[in-house]
């Protein structure tokens, strides 16, 4: 219910919103694009069935569809990071690519809210992999890292500890990406 409301506000303000977290059927993501979500972002359902992501894109769209790969050592996690899944981000950055996803969302679960900053080899390398937009997580703290990404040719960053924690502004990181 809080996500529904959060869309119907944001729908009213012109804002452009994406929502991750438990899309596990068909079902689930009609519903929250229906309510105004711009984007949907599916991980464990996508690595348990990927066929998954090829039918979410021929019904909404491939530019409404982002798959997550949260990846710790290389190795992409599943179940809220408690699984490895035997397989690489570009790899799997790869697969859904072929399967029509429209975008990546790549976590670095090694340095994710460490504040101790980005490490850009595993993000060159699943860039590397595909040519659709892919948005980097994970170690973000300071401008300089947003900058860093930006100019390895990521579409976006997504800010966590860094902004919560007043390390980044958000006026500071808009005009960055300006």
Same mark, same amino acid.
């Given at each position: 219910?809080?996500?529904?409301?959060?869309?119907?506000?944001?729908?009213?303000?012109?804002?452009?919103?994406?929502? +991750?977290? %438990?899309?596990?059927?068909? /079902?689930? $993501?009609?519903?929250?694009?229906?309510? *105004? &979500?711009?984007? =949907?972002?599916?991980?464990?359902?996508?690595?348990?069935?990927?066929?998954?992501?090829?039918?979410?894109?021929?019904?909404?769209?491939?530019?409404?569809?982002?798959?997550?790969?949260?990846?710790?050592?290389?190795?992409?996690?599943?179940?809220?990071?408690?699984? +490895?899944? %035997?397989?690489?981000?570009? /790899?799997? $950055?790869?697969?859904?690519?072929?399967? *029509? &996803?429209?975008? =990546?969302?790549?976590?670095?679960?090694?340095?994710?809210?460490?504040?101790?900053?980005?490490?850009?080899?595993?993000?060159?390398?699943?860039?590397?992999?595909?040519?659709?937009?892919?948005?980097?997580?994970?170690?973000?703290?300071?401008?300089?890292?947003?900058?860093?990404?930006?100019?390895?040719?990521?579409?976006?960053?997504?800010?966590?500890?860094?902004?919560?924690?007043?390390? =980044?502004?958000?006026?500071?990181?808009?005009?960055?990406?300006?």
């Amino acid at each position: 219910r809080i996500v529904y409301d959060i869309l119907r506000l944001a729908g009213q303000k012109g804002v452009k919103t994406q929502v +991750g977290g %438990g899309i596990r059927t068909l /079902e689930d $993501a009609k519903a929250l694009l229906q309510r *105004g &979500a711009d984007r =949907i972002i599916v991980a464990t359902a996508a690595l348990r069935n990927p066929d998954f992501i090829r039918i979410l894109v021929e019904r909404f769209a491939p530019e409404r569809v982002m798959v997550a790969l949260d990846a710790r050592s290389g190795e992409v996690q599943v179940e809220g990071w408690t699984r +490895g899944s %035997g397989r690489s981000p570009p /790899e799997l $950055a790869q697969l859904f690519e072929s399967l *029509g &996803a429209g975008w =990546i969302l790549f976590t670095n679960i090694d340095v994710e809210g460490l504040m101790q900053g980005i490490v850009l080899d595993p993000i060159v390398e699943i860039l590397s992999a595909v040519n659709i937009p892919v948005l980097v997580a994970g170690g973000i703290t300071t401008l300089e890292d947003i900058d860093l990404v930006k100019h390895s040719g990521a579409s976006g960053v997504i800010l966590g500890s860094a902004l919560y924690r007043g390390k =980044i502004s958000l006026v500071e990181a808009l005009k960055m990406v300006e």
